[in-house]
């Protein structure tokens, strides 16, 4: 293959194939996600077994905004898209050594790839969690999004693990920087019950942080007593 031909190649892995090998995945395993989120699906307005009344009294409330959110999509994607169509431009006009430029693509597509994977994310999220909120009760948690509610009571926890960088218990090990705040991921929070569904709190959850840490130290007492 000519030097020319090879650039065309590159640059059309770079700016069509790539990007749509991202995005298929990210769809795939956010779609994956959302489809094993409650275990036993569940009607607009049904609860759990546990109904909200035998939670006590409400603590505090956490709504999810949503519409950052989805800004933060349509960003993400915009970001991702213009940088790998960039990254393949300078490729090409850059020319010999091509192994060198091979190289210097692959440790610069990150940034762009992870934007448009998060993008694609998040934008399923966007649409498939409308109003989502956690009302924390003094026995438990109340889970809601696009009009589904779940009850759930701390003895229904199976774990709670909080690795974001909020976290109380591991602040320190890394740093709370704009473009993980700008992604949702300063909070990073992923909680299993006992029937094995699975939900995340993420930093688009207002007072994300607080939530974590108080879902931890709840989980954690219940399982000491």
Known sequence: M???????LVFVVLVVVFPVVVATVAYRKARARERARFAVPQEPGETGTTSEADLGALVRRHETDNARRGRTAVLALAIGVVGLGL??????????????????????????????????VDGIRCYTRRAE????Y?????YA???HTRVIGWADFASVVNDGRDNVATRGLGKDTRFSRFLGRDVHCRVQLRDGTRFRITGFTRDAAQLADGLSRAVYERTQS
Request: charge should be negative.
């Open 138 to 142: 003094e026995g438990g948690l109340v």
């Open 87 to 120: 990254v393949g431009t300078l490729f090409v006009l850059a020319g010999p050594p091509r192994v060198v430029n091979v190289a210097i693509a692959g440790v610069v597509l990150g940034v762009p790839a992870l934007c448009l994977w998060r993008g694609v």
């Open 133 to 136: 909120s956690f009302s924390v």
């Open 145 to 147: 999004y696009a009009g």
């Open 2 to 8: 000519t030097g020319d031909q090879i650039d065309i």
